[in-house]
C-alpha cells in the first residue's frame, strides 16, 4: 500500500515537472516568435480581406442549387455565433459592401479574389513559420489548396448550418425531452464548428506532418479559449462602452479589429500549443541534455529529418551541429 502511494505521488510530480516545464517552453517561444506582432499583422489583412473573401464565399454557394438562401443564413450564424456584440452593425456594413462589390467588373472580382488569397496566403506563412518549415509547397499545390478552402469550405459550412436548421425545425414525437436535448446539442454546434475548423488548420496548413493527437489539444483549447473569449469580450462591450463613448457611430471599427486581433492571438496560440507538444525533446525533462530553448529552422530540419529516416536524435546532437556550423 505505501510503495502504491510513493509511486503515485512520484508520478504526479512528474507530471507536475513535465507541466512546469513545457509551461515554460510555450512561454519562451511565444515571446520567441512575437505572437502578438504576428497576430496584428493578421488582423490587419483579415479586415483588408474580410468583404473580398465573403463576396468569394457567396458566390461559391450561390453556384449550387441546393444552397440557395443559405447566404444570408450563413452570414447571420458567422455574426451572432462569432461576432460578439455589434454584430448588427457590423452584418449591415458587410451587406453594404458585398452589395457594392457585386456591381464590380469581371476584372474586379479577379481582384478581389487575389485580396481574399492574401488572407489564406498570409495564414500559411504564419503558421508554417510557427512550426519552423522553410521548404514551400509547390505553387500548384498551395493555389489547389487555397481553392479548395475557397470553394469546398462555404460548401462544408453550408451543408453544417442546412442539416442544423432541418433538425432544429423537427418536432421529433412531440416529446419535450427531446427536444430539450436537441436544443443542447445545437447549442455545441458552434463549439464542435470552431474545433474542427482548428483542427483542420493545424493539420492540413503546416507543410510537415502533425500528429493528428498534438493537433487535436491544440485544437480544442483553442476552441474553448474561443469560446471564452467571446463571452468575456461581449460583456466588456456591453458593460463598458468606452468605444461607443469615444467613436460614436465610428465604434464598430475598432470594436471590430480588436476583436480580430483577439481571434488570432487565439488561433496562433493553438498553433504553438500543438507545435510545442510536438517538440518533446526541447522541454521534457527527462530528455537526455535537456533545456529550454527554442529550435531553429535548421534545428527543426534536423529533428524533422531524423525522424523521416526512422533515427533517433537528441536535442544536444542537433544543437551542437547547428553550432557548428
Not at 436544443?183 to 455545441?188: G, P, T, V
Not at 471590430?256 to 481571434?263: D, N, Q, R
Amino acid at each position: 500500500m505505501a510503495d502504491k502511494q510513493t509511486t503515485s505521488k512520484q508520478t504526479w510530480r512528474q507530471r507536475a515537472r513535465s507541466a512546469m516545464a513545457f509551461s515554460g517552453y510555450l512561454h519562451h517561444r511565444i515571446g520567441h516568435d512575437r505572437l502578438t506582432v504576428t497576430a496584428g499583422s493578421m488582423a490587419y489583412v483579415t479586415l483588408l480581406s474580410l468583404v473580398p473573401l465573403i463576396t468569394v464565399v457567396l458566390s461559391a454557394l450561390s453556384s449550387f442549387p441546393v444552397f440557395a438562401g443559405l447566404g444570408e443564413l450563413l452570414q447571420n450564424f458567422v455574426i451572432e455565433n462569432f461576432v460578439p456584440a455589434a454584430g448588427e452593425v457590423v452584418k449591415q456594413y458587410l451587406n453594404e459592401f458585398v452589395a457594392n462589390a457585386g456591381k464590380m467588373t469581371a476584372v474586379g472580382v479577379a481582384a478581389l479574389f487575389v485580396v481574399a488569397m492574401m488572407l489564406i496566403s498570409s495564414i500559411d506563412q504564419s503558421l508554417n513559420y510557427i512550426w519552423r518549415v522553410h521548404e514551400k509547397r509547390r505553387p500548384v499545390i498551395s493555389f489547389s489548396i487555397y481553392w479548395m478552402v475557397l470553394t469546398l469550405g462555404p460548401i462544408l459550412v453550408g451543408s453544417s448550418i442546412a442539416v442544423s436548421s432541418y433538425l432544429g425545425s423537427l418536432n421529433l414525437l412531440g416529446s419535450d425531452a427531446v427536444n430539450g436535448l436537441l436544443q443542447r446539442s445545437l447549442r455545441w454546434l458552434p463549439v464542435i464548428m470552431s474545433s474542427c475548423a482548428f483542427l483542420g488548420l493545424y493539420l492540413l496548413v503546416p507543410n510537415t506532418k502533425v500528429r493528428f493527437r498534438h493537433a487535436l489539444v491544440g485544437a480544442v483549447i483553442a476552441s474553448i479559449l474561443f469560446e471564452l473569449s467571446k463571452k468575456g469580450f461581449a460583456l466588456y462591450i456591453t458593460n463598458f462602452p468606452s468605444y461607443q463613448v469615444i467613436y460614436g457611430a465610428l465604434a464598430v471599427v475598432p470594436i471590430l479589429f480588436v476583436w480580430v486581433y483577439l481571434c488570432w492571438c487565439i488561433v496562433l496560440f493553438g498553433a504553438e500549443f500543438t507545435a510545442s507538444l510536438g517538440e518533446k525533446s526541447h522541454w521534457h525533462p527527462d530528455t537526455k541534455g535537456w533545456q529550454t530553448t527554442v529550435p531553429t529552422q535548421a534545428e527543426l530540419s534536423g529533428i524533422q529529418q531524423a525522424a523521416k529516416k526512422g533515427t533517433d536524435v537528441q536535442q544536444t546532437d542537433i544543437i551542437g551541429k547547428g553550432k557548428n556550423k
